[in-house]
C-alpha cells in the first residue's frame, strides 16, 4: 500500500461508531399519541390480561375522582402514582389489573347542572326529578368520557373500555343492598343532630366537603344572671334576677346599666360567700345568632374560677360597677379589659360543684316575646377551657356537635329535673329562623346567596335591650365554607339518617358478629400497611373521635336511602322480599325507580299498607358511594379480588375515601377492604404557595404534555417524595427535561452501539473486569430497584436509575469502553464481552424504568428490534453470581484516583495545554500502598482515558494536582510521547511499527487487517 493510499485513507469508516434511528429530540408531544394508538391497536390491555392468565392477582383499587371537569395537576400526579404500582407489579409477575372508576353522583355534579339551570332561568324544582337526574347522568356521562381521554393521554393502562361508575344500574343496586345491610342490622337509624348545613345548597354537608376560610364574625360577651336551686330541684328566686338594685325590673331581669345596691344583690342569705344569687356567669360567642337556641351553660371541671365585682367602670359603660361575675381566674383580666372595666377586685373563690347548685336565666327571658323563661342548667363539660373566652360555653345543642353531646349527656337528670330537654329547631333549612326562635321568626341567619343575614344584629339588639349583653367586636377567624360553593355553612339541628358507631353489631352473610363499628375500625387500622407509617395514626384519631355517621341529604341526584319507616312506631321496615324487589329493580331500571310514580306501593307489594308505610326521599352521601365501591366493583369482577392489595390517594382522604370505605366494609363485612393504604402530599406552585386561579400559578397537565410530552411528566411525578407536598413549575419542568434528555442520550448510545452486536456469545465469567465490575452493578441494582418498587418508593428507582445512567454509565463506563467498542477488531473479546454487557444494561434499564417512562421505553425497545411491548414483559433479572463484592471494593479505590487524574486532565484542558485527554500522560504519586496496588492491577490509561500512564509510590508531589476528598494522591501531566494513531487517535511511541498500516497503532493495525481480509 502507498503512503499517499494511506494517508488519503478515511478511517472513521472502519470504526464501530453508534448507529441508531432513535433520535437524540424526543418529540413526545408528537409522538406519544403515535404510541398510544398503537397500543389500541394491538389491544395491549387485553393482552397483559392473557399474559397474566394463572398468575396471583395484585389489585390496586382506584379512588373515583368526581365526573365534573378536566382534570388538573393533583388528579395526574395520583394517577401517574397508581399506574406506576400497576405496571412495577404486572413487571414483577403479577396479574395487576386496574379497573378505573369514577363517582358520578351527588352535589358536585347536581350543583353543576343547577348552574346551568340558573343560567337558563329554570328552576330545578319544577322539573320532574328523574327528568333533573337523567341531566345529571348525562353532565356526568359527558365529564368521565373527557377525563378518561385524559388520563389515557398520561400514559395510565387500565380496562376504560369497561370502568366502574357509582351510576351505573349494577353500582347502584349493591349501594341500595349495602344501606339495606346497615338497616337490617340496627346500625341505621334516624336521628336529631347538629350537622353542617349548606343553605346555599340545600343540604347537609360531612366533613370532607367543607374548606376553612378566613371570615369575619361578630362577637358578643353575654351575662346569665344566676338562681339558686332549691330542695326538689325547684328554683329559690321566682324570677331570675342578674342585678337588683333600685332601678325598676322589666320582666323579671334587671337591666345591666342601672346603678347596684350590693348588699341587696347578695339576697337573703346575706354575704358572696354564701350565695351567688344576682351574680352572672359570662359566656363569649362568634356567632350571636345561635343564642335563641341556648339551652345551657358549661363549665370546665378542673378549671379554678372566682367571683369578681366591678369596682369601677366609665359613664355609660354596659357593665356598672357593683355588678358580679365569675370567671375563669385565668381568663378574668382580659374579660375585663373587653368590657372596658377599670376596676375590680376578686370577692371568692367558685366551685365547679357550687355552680351545679344554680340555674341561670336566659339572657333573652325579658323579651316581648316571652319565650325565653325557661331556666338554663350550669352543666359540666369537659370540652371546656380556659384558653380562650371566659371559662364558660354558651350551649346551644341544636347548634354544635359538643353543645348536643353535653346535653344528651345529662337529658336523663334534665327531664328528673323538670327542664325540657327537647331540641329546638331554631334555624330552618333556608337558613332563616323558625318559631322556634320566638321574636326573630322569619330573619335569615345566612341568604341563599351565602352571605350574612341580620339575625346576628338582631340578637344583639334584643339582648342591649335586655341589659345583658356586656361588650361585642368583630373577629376576623378561619370558618367552615362549603369547597364547592365556597359560601360559609352553619350547624342546625336537622332530622338525619345516621349510622351508629359505638353500636354491637349482628353477624351478616358477610361477616361474624361482635363489635362496634368503632371497634372494628380501629382493629382494621391496625391490621392495615400505611404507606407513609403517619397515615395510621391519622386515620385512626379520626376514627377514635368522629360522631356518628350522618349518610343522609337532602338532594336529588343519588342512590336514594332505601328504607320505609312505620308512621306510627318509627321503626324500620326489614323485610327480604322488600328488599330483594327494590335490589332488582335498581339492577333493570337503575335508582330512578325509587322516584317513579308508584314506587311505593310497588316495592311494598300487598304484603304491607303504603299507608301505614313512609318512604324515605333523602339521597345517601356520596361518601357512602364511593366507600361502598368495593362491594360492586372488587367483590363482583371476577378479574379483580377483595379485599384490594392497596388503595392509593391524596392525604385529604383520611378523612374521605379511606375514611368511607374502611367504615362500610366494617359495617358490612367486619374488616376493611384495604391492605394497604398509600398516601401522596398535595401540588404546589414552585414557590411553595397554593395554586390558585386568583394567584395565576396553576399548572395544567394538559400543557405540559403539549410542551414536553407525558413522560416528563411522569418524570416529575417520579422523583417527586409524594409522601409530602410536591412542588412544579417552569424551572422545576426544565430541570426534569434536561434529566430526561441525558437519559434519553445514554438510551440513544446503547441502542447505536448495539448495532454492531452479531450475538457472538462470551462466557462472562471470565469478561474483563470492568465488564464483570458493570454485571455487579446490575446485580445489586436488581434486587434496589425491585425492592423500591415493592415499597412503592418510586423517587428511590428513578434518582437511582438516573444516577446510574448518567454518572456510571455515561461518564464511566461507556466513556471508558467506547475505544474498545469503536476501535478494536471485530473478533476482539474484550469487544464482544463490552457488546454483551452494554445489551443486559440496556434490558435492565429499558425494562426497569418502563413503569415510570412507558412510552420512551416502547420506543427504545421497538428500536432494539424487538417484537411486542415492553410492557408484555418481565423485569430484567440479573444472576446473583453477578456479584461481586471484593471486586467492587477494589475498584472503588481505582475510582478514587480516578477523579483526581480526571479532575487533573479538566485543569489542563481548560488552559488549553491539551486537546483532549489522549494527549496527556499522567503521572500519578499514590502514597497508600493498597490504593497504589488497585491501580496498578488495571489498564490505567484505558481508565483515565490517556495515551499513557505513569503510576508512582511515595507523599503527593507539593506541586501537582490534588483533591482534598482523596488525601495521598497527586497528578501531574505531561504530554503523552509518540505519534497519534490516525484510526483511535492515541498518542503512542508505538504508532507505525506495523509496516502495512504506518500511521496506526499496533492495536489498530491489527484490527485494519481483519476488517481488510473481511472485506477482501
Not at 130 to 157: S, Y
Not at 930 to 950: M, P
Amino acid at each position: 500500500m502507498s503512503d499517499s493510499a494511506v494517508e488519503s485513507r478515511d478511517y472513521s469508516k472502519t470504526l464501530f461508531l453508534p448507529q441508531t434511528d432513535f433520535p437524540m429530540r424526543a418529540g413526545l408531544p408528537k409522538k406519544e399519541p403515535e404510541w398510544l394508538a398503537r397500543w389500541q391497536e394491538m389491544d395491549l390491555y387485553k393482552r397483559l390480561r392473557e399474559v397474566s392468565a394463572g398468575r396471583e392477582k395484585f389489585i390496586l383499587h382506584d379512588g373515583p375522582p368526581y365526573a365534573n371537569g378536566n382534570i388538573h395537576i393533583g388528579t395526574a400526579l395520583n394517577k401517574i402514582l397508581k399506574d406506576f404500582v400497576v405496571r412495577s407489579h404486572q413487571m414483577a409477575g403479577y396479574d395487576a389489573n386496574y379497573v378505573p372508576g369514577w363517582d358520578c353522583h351527588g352535589l358536585p355534579i347536581e350543583w353543576k347542572v343547577e348552574e346551568q339551570y340558573r343560567a337558563k332561568g329554570k328552576n330545578k324544582d319544577e322539573v320532574p326529578v328523574n327528568e333533573f337526574r337523567k341531566e345529571c347522568r348525562d353532565f356526568a356521562t359527558h365529564w368521565l368520557g373527557v377525563q378518561r381521554e385524559e388520563f389515557k393521554r398520561l400514559g395510565v393502562v387500565g380496562d376504560f373500555d369497561d370502568p366502574y361508575l357509582t351510576m351505573s344500574y349494577g353500582a347502584e343496586a349493591q349501594i341500595a343492598r349495602e344501606i339495606m345491610t346497615f338497616a337490617s342490622t340496627g346500625q341505621l337509624y334516624r336521628g336529631s343532630k347538629p350537622v353542617m348545613w349548606s343553605v346555599v345548597e340545600g343540604t347537609a354537608l360531612a366533613e370532607a366537603e367543607v374548606e376553612y376560610h378566613d371570615y369575619q364574625s361578630d362577637t358578643i360577651t353575654v351575662a346569665f344572671p344566676l338562681h339558686r336551686v332549691g330542695a326538689g330541684g325547684t328554683t329559690e328566686v321566682a324570677s331570675p334576677v342578674c342585678y337588683a338594685g333600685e332601678a325598676e325590673a322589666q320582666g323579671g331581669m334587671m337591666s345591666l346599666d342601672m346603678p347596684m345596691d350590693v348588699t341587696h344583690a347578695e339576697g337573703h342569705m346575706g354575704t358572696d360567700r354564701q350565695d351567688l344569687t344576682g351574680a352572672s356567669v359570662v359566656i363569649w360567642t362568634t356567632t350571636p345568632w345561635t343564642i335563641p337556641g341556648n339551652r345551657a351553660v358549661a363549665y370546665g371541671p378542673g378549671i379554678a374560677y372566682g367571683l369578681y365585682r366591678v369596682t369601677e367602670a366609665p359613664e355609660g359603660n354596659w357593665l356598672k360597677a357593683g355588678a358580679r361575675l365569675v370567671l375563669a381566674d385565668s381568663l378574668a383580666d382580659e374579660v375585663m379589659k373587653s368590657t372596658r372595666v377599670t376596676e375590680f377586685v376578686r370577692v371568692r373563690d367558685v366551685t365547679g360543684e357550687e355552680l351545679s347548685g344554680y340555674r341561670a336565666s336566659h339572657p333573652l327571658a325579658g323579651h316581648e316575646s316571652g319565650g325565653y323563661t325557661f331556666p338554663v342548667p350550669i352543666l359540666p363539660g369537659d370540652h371546656v377551657t380556659d384558653d380562650a373566652g371566659t371559662g364558660f360555653v354558651h350551649t346551644a345543642p341544636g347548634h354544635g356537635v359538643e353543645d348536643f353531646e353535653v346535653w344528651m349527656a345529662h337529658k336523663r337528670d334534665l327531664d328528673i329535673a323538670g327542664i325540657p330537654s327537647g331540641i329546638p329547631y331554631t334555624v330552618g333549612a333556608d337558613g332563616l329562623y323558625t318559631k322556634d326562635a320566638p321574636g326573630f321568626e322569619g330573619i335569615a341567619v345566612i341568604t341563599g346567596k351565602g352571605e350574612k343575614g341580620k339575625a346576628n344584629q338582631a340578637v344583639i339588639d334584643a339582648l342591649s335591650a335586655s341589659g345583658n349583653l356586656i361588650a361585642r367586636g368583630r373577629l376576623k377567624h378561619q370558618y367552615p365554607h362549603s369547597w364547592r360553593s365556597k359560601k360559609p355553612v352553619i350547624f342546625r339541628n336537622t332530622p338525619q339518617w345516621f349510622i351508629a358507631m359505638d353500636q354491637e353489631i349482628p353477624a351478616t352473610e358477610y361477616a361474624h358478629a361482635g363489635g362496634t363499628l368503632r371497634e372494628r375500625a380501629v382493629k382494621a387500622i391496625d391490621t392495615t400497611r400505611f404507606v407513609p407509617p403517619a397515615g395510621r395514626n391519622r386515620l385512626r384519631g379520626m376514627i377514635e373521635h368522629r360522631p356518628d355517621w350522618v349518610v343522609s341529604r337532602q338532594r336529588a341526584w343519588g342512590v336514594p336511602i332505601t328504607v320505609f319507616v312505620n308512621v306510627e312506631t318509627g321503626e324500620l321496615l326489614n323485610d327480604a322480599g322488600v328488599n330483594q324487589s327494590i335490589a332488582d329493580a335498581f339492577e333493570a331500571e337503575g335508582a330512578d325507580a325509587w322516584f317513579a310514580d308508584g314506587a311505593k306501593a310497588r316495592f311494598l307489594g300487598s304484603a304491607f299498607d303504603p299507608d301505614e308505610w313512609e318512604m324515605v326521599t333523602d339521597i345517601l352521601d356520596v361518601w357512602f358511594d364511593s366507600g361502598s365501591t368495593h362491594a360492586f366493583c372488587l367483590a363482583k369482577r371476577p378479574d379483580l379480588k377483595w379485599p384490594a392489595d392497596v388503595y392509593l390517594e391524596g392525604s385529604d382522604q383520611h378523612r374521605g375515601w379511606f375514611h368511607s370505605s374502611l367504615l362500610e366494609s366494617c359495617g358490612t363485612r367486619g374488616r376493611a377492604p384495604y391492605n394497604t393504604v398509600i398516601t401522596h402530599g398535595f401540588t404546589m406552585a414552585e414557590d411553595g404557595r397554593k395554586m390558585s386561579k386568583s394567584l395565576g400559578n396553576t399548572i395544567a397537565p394538559q400543557d405540559i404534555i403539549k410542551q414536553y410530552g407525558a413522560d416528563i411528566l411522569r418524570l416529575w411525578v417520579a422523583s417527586q417524595d409524594y409522601s409530602d407536598d410536591q412542588r412544579i413549575g417552569d424551572e422545576i419542568m426544565k430541570g426534569v427535561a434536561d434529566a430526561y434528555r441525558k437519559l434519553r442520550n445514554s438510551i440513544r448510545w446503547m441502542l447505536g452501539t448495539l448495532a454492531h452486536d452479531d450475538g457472538t456469545e462470551v462466557d462472562l465469567s471470565g469478561a474483563p473486569e470492568l465488564e464483570r465490575l458493570m454485571l455487579h452493578r446490575l446485580a445489586v441494582l436488581d434486587a434496589e430497584v425491585k425492592e423500591a418498587y415493592r415499597n412503592f418508593d418510586y423517587s428511590h428507582v428513578a434518582h437511582t436509575l438516573m444516577t446510574f445512567a448518567n454518572v456510571e454509565l455515561s461518564a464511566f463506563y461507556f466513556d471508558i469502553r467506547k475505544d474498545a467498542l469503536y476501535c478494536d477488531a471485530p473478533s476482539s473479546a474484550r469487544r464482544h464481552a463490552a457488546l454483551t454487557v452494554v445489551g443486559k444494561l440496556f434490558d435492565a434499564l429499558v425494562t426497569w424504568l418502563a413503569p415510570i417512562l412507558p412510552f420512551t421505553m416502547e420506543e427504545s425497545w421497538a428500536s432494539r428490534g424487538r417484537e411486542g411491548s415492553v410492557h408484555l414483559e418481565p423485569y430484567f433479572s440479573a444472576d446473583p453470581a453477578w456479584r461481586d463484592d471484593a471486586l467492587a471494593a477494589r475498584w472503588e479505590k481505582v475510582k478514587k484516583v480516578r477523579r483526581v487524574v480526571t479532575g487533573a486532565l479538566e485543569v489542563e484542558r481548560r488552559e488549553k495545554r491539551i486537546g483532549s485527554s489522549l494527549e496527556a500522560h499522567p503521572v500519578v504519586r499514590v502514597e497508600d500502598p493498597e490504593l497504589r496496588a488497585a491501580v496498578e492491577a488495571v489498564h490505567f490509561a484505558d481508565i483515565v482515558i490517556a495515551s499513557a500512564v505513569t503510576i508512582e509510590g511515595g507523599a503527593p508531589d507539593a506541586d501537582a494536582f490534588t483533591l482534598a476528598e482523596v488525601p495521598g494522591v497527586s497528578v501531574k501531566v505531561d504530554l503523552a510521547e509518540g505519534r497519534r494513531c490516525a484510526r483511535s487517535w492515541k498518542v503512542l511511541p508505538e504508532v507505525g511499527s506495523d509496516p502495512r498500516y504506518p500511521d496506526l497503532s499496533p492495536r489498530d493495525a491489527e484490527a485494519m487487517a481483519e476488517i481488510d481480509a473481511a472485506a477482501a
